[in-house]
């Protein structure tokens, strides 16, 4: 164990947290959300003007957009720049990078909601008390490296902290047989289609926990790992965490349940919020809307995540209160049928089913048409090639499933690749070529 039992106590006192009524969770929001207006920084000013609680807050008429803290991120700092103790940049694959600032505070409250992500996922048959963990986050990943550090450290883990480069994870997986792997979805899937190019998928044959931040994890991708990675059913336990650089990314994470993650609604009030209408979503579908309560640095009010998610307020299984969010996806990659927004789960449900699921390891749609009438090419990066009849029938599928014209099934068959996978940089599975 890393840490002290004087800190641990306090770290059990503030899962408990977790379990009281919304009501009181309510209460401390209100509290956090009263300071944060004496704190906020004049940026917000004309906003804020009348907005006297979270009431209020809900019935304004603004967003911040990462556009905003993109160009004008210093404006958000809530504190004089020699308070801040850290700053991390984000990887700018969408655009240009924007940076996030945490004070020693904030640095504290990112330890606390680590830990409490990781204790989540525990119960009595299963602790994370003798594992070494295999945190693969490449150095251009500077936060999502620092953050699953903290977790693993935080949850008493041994930490083995490769460059990314296949060469030393092939090393440290021979040297120290890791059981758990920390990481994202394309870190992993590249891996492993490095393996199946050069052979040794074998060398994760010590993995035995998967946990993985900022993509989504569709039941039907999940068991696709498990084949892939040749384990039973029970044999691997894959655990999704959720968050954002811009606020922290151990918002949310799943319990043993795993039936969405909790979201740290004590140190974020949030709203779900109709993309077209902008309105509040009354079935609890939408864009995430996150204010942070406690964030020292640059606090965010009514920031627009561009996530699209799915909500649940029934108490869980476990006994936490906490709501549960499911992150369907970046909104970009939703296909947008009308009004409808068609989730790329519904893609991996039939290419990782049956027959395809030990074949197929990775996808990428492309839409074109209308904004009525999409038409989709779906390409295929597949472990041995498909053959006529495979395809045309998924080709069917998917038809069936999307409801939503397939011109065209490619597929790229690592059998012809020679080249390594690209790492450090997760993959956009849904290009929407439409304008509208
Ligand atoms: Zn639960």
């Known amino acids: 164990m890393n840490i002290t039992t004087k800190r641990l106590k306090e770290l059990e006192e503030l899962k408990e947290l977790e379990f009281r009524p919304l009501r009181e969770i309510r209460d401390i929001q209100e509290e956090r959300f009263q300071d ?19 009431d209020d807050l809900t019935s304004a008429d603004f967003f911040v957009y990462k ?50 992500a990781m204790r989540r996922m525990e119960s009595p048959e299963e602790t994370f008390k003798d594992d070494i963990a295999m945190i693969d986050a490449p150095s251009g990943m500077f936060m999502l490296n620092y953050t699953m550090c903290r977790m693993a450290y935080q949850s008493g883990l041994t930490i083995i902290n490769p460059n990314g480069t296949l060469s030393e994870i092939v090393r440290l997986l021979h040297e120290f047989n890791p059981t758990v792997y920390m990481g994202y979805l394309s870190g992993i899937l590249s891996l492993m289609e490095s393996f199946k190019i050069k052979g040794g998928l074998e060398r994760l044959s010590s993995i035995r926990k998967v946990i993985l931040i900022g993509e989504n994890l569709s039941l039907a991708r999940r068991e696709q790992l498990r084949i892939l ?68 640095a640059d606090p965010l009010i009514r920031y627009w995540t561009d996530d699209y998610v799915e909500i649940s307020y029934e108490r869980c299984k476990c006994g936490r209160t906490l709501p549960r969010i499911v992150f369907v996806d ?17 893609i991996e449900a039939v290419i ?31 472990i041995k090639r498909l053959n006529r009849e495979q395809i045309s029938s998924l080709r069917d599928m998917l038809e069936r499933a999307l409801k939503i014209h397939v011109e065209h099934v490619e597929e790229e068959s690592l059998t012809s690749v020679k080249r390594e996978p690209t790492r450090m940089q997760k993959r956009q599975r849904v290009i929407d070529k439409r304008r509208w």
């Open 330 to 346: 970046k909104y970009r990659n939703m296909i947008r049928v009308g009004d409808e927004h068609i989730p790329p789960s519904r």
């Open 36 to 54: 944060l207006l004496k704190r906020a920084p004049p940026i917000y000013g004309r906003y804020l003007r009348e907005i006297k609680d979270l």
């Open 352 to 382: 990782f089913s049956g027959e395809f699921a030990p074949i197929i390891i990775d996808y990428q749609a492309v839409v074109k048409g209308t904004l009525e009438e999409p038409v989709l090419t779906i390409k295929l990066r597949t």
């Open 229 to 296: 990675l040749n384990r039973d059913s029970g044999g691997l336990k894959v655990y999704d965490v959720y968050g954002m650089s811009e606020v922290c990314q151990t918002l949310s994470s799943e319990c043993k349940f795993k039936v969405g993650m909790h979201m740290a609604i004590d140190h974020v009030f949030f709203e779900v919020i109709d993309p077209i209408t902008h309105e509040h979503s009354k079935e609890n579908k939408g864009i995430l809307v996150i204010t942070t309560l406690t964030k020292r």
């Open 67 to 116: 556009d905003q803290l993109r160009t004008r991120g210093r404006d958000f700092l809530a504190v004089p720049l020699t308070r801040v103790s850290r700053i991390f940049s984000s990887s700018g694959t969408t655009g240009p990078p924007t940076y996030s600032y945490f004070t020693k505070e904030d640095l504290e409250v990112l330890d606390q909601l680590a830990w409490r």
